[in-house]
């Protein structure tokens, strides 16, 4: 597996993306963290660990019903801090920009 297929959206998943393709699912949030929890990922070039990731959803009862379960999850935690720079091309179009690119395409040119 190379590099680019492990990664998404500034999230390198790393050995961790086939751990998810072999989960036994569903798979509540305790039972991932206590099998995985260890599990590697980086975040704009920065080492991380699952149990980090989503820390802020370890004391809620959730149940992850498949890997894009999962990886939904994983990539709603990770937020700003796996995406590009803010307010960059790196990071994708906004619907402000493209809005301002529907009017120039209406206007004409002097």
Do not use: C, H, K, W
Request: hydrophobic share 25%; proline share 3%; charged share 40%.
């Amino acid at each position: 597996m190379s590099d680019d297929d492990s990664r998404e959206q500034g999230v390198e998943f790393g050995e961790f993306e086939e751990t998810m393709e072999e989960i036994d699912y569903p798979i509540d949030n305790d039972e991932l963290l206590e099998q995985y929890g260890d599990a590697e990922l980086e975040l704009s070039g920065e080492p991380t660990t699952l149990s980090e990731v989503l820390e802020p959803v370890q004391d809620e009862e959730q149940t992850y019903e498949s890997e894009e379960d999962l990886e939904t999850m994983i990539m709603n935690m990770v937020g700003d801090d796996a995406v590009g720079r803010e307010g960059y091309s790196d990071r994708g179009g906004s619907a402000e920009s493209e809005g301002m690119d529907e009017e120039r395409d209406g206007q004409e040119s002097f």
